[in-house]
């Protein structure tokens, strides 16, 4: 973790989101499962895309009302922080659930999740390099990305600790 999956998510959701009939973005799923359980997602999922409120007692309830609720829409759908085949399943089910023109954005740290799932486009996400991250780390800690040369140590020896990893700096 730590790359950016989250904050790149959430950048293309903020960009691109008017463009559908039905939106929706799941932050922690993994959390939210573990803490919530699934039915709790599933009723997330349909609350905040289509304002669907009515509970259910099963996880295998939701399911078709997912499917039947959103395969005609065109729907933006971001699971953050997925680790578990079986939330992919009750949350989205088959790759083409939902109408022309929908997408689906997974962010996990397991890429074989993802292909387990019969998902074939993935995007990994990479870290910084080390211009990359000096710009941040200046940025960050002296609030400019004016060179000051006296701190050229430490930052070179913070940005090769970080690894490239934008939340390490």
Same mark, same amino acid.
């Not at 904050?7 to 959701?13: D, G």
């Not at 039947?68 to 699971?79: A, M, N, P, S, T």
């Not at 939902?98 to 929908?102: C, L, T, V």
């Not at 799932?117 to 486009?121: C, D, M, N, T, V």
């Given at each position: 973790g730590?790359?950016?999956?989250t904050?790149?998510?959430?950048?293309?959701?903020n960009?691109?989101?008017?463009?559908f =009939?039905?939106?929706? @973005?799941?932050h922690?799923?993994r959390?939210?499962s573990d803490? %919530?359980?699934?039915i #709790?997602?599933?009723e997330q999922l349909?609350?905040?895309?289509?304002?669907?409120k009515?509970p259910f007692g099963h996880?295998? =309830?939701?399911i078709?009302?997912?499917r039947?609720?959103?395969?005609?829409?065109?729907?933006?759908?971001?699971?953050d922080?997925?680790?578990?085949l079986k939330q992919l399943?009750?949350l989205i089910?088959?790759p083409?659930s939902?109408?022309?023109?929908?997408r689906?954005?997974i962010t996990t740290?397991d890429? %074989?999740l993802l292909s387990s %799932?019969?998902?074939?486009?993935i #995007? =990994?996400?990479d870290?910084?390099n /080390? /211009?990359?991250?000096l710009?941040?780390?200046?940025t960050?800690? @002296?609030k400019?990305n004016k060179?000051?040369?006296r701190?050229?140590?430490?930052l070179?020896?913070?940005?090769? #600790?970080?690894?490239g990893?934008?939340l390490?700096?």
């Open positions: 730590g790359v950016g999956k904050t790149l998510a959430q950048a293309v959701y960009s691109i989101a008017k463009q =009939e039905c939106k929706c @973005f799941l922690n799923v959390e939210n803490k %919530h359980g699934l #709790y997602l599933q349909l609350s905040k895309s289509i304002g669907f009515e996880v295998n =309830e939701g078709p009302i997912i039947r609720r959103l395969c005609q829409k065109k729907v933006l759908l971001i699971l922080d997925v680790n578990k399943q009750v089910g088959e083409s939902f109408g022309h023109g929908s689906v954005i740290r890429k %074989h %799932h019969g998902i074939k486009k #995007y =990994e996400a870290g910084l /080390e /211009e990359q991250a710009e941040l780390l200046r960050k800690a @002296f400019s060179n000051d040369s701190y050229d140590y430490i070179n020896r913070a940005i090769k #600790y970080a690894s990893l934008p390490a700096l």
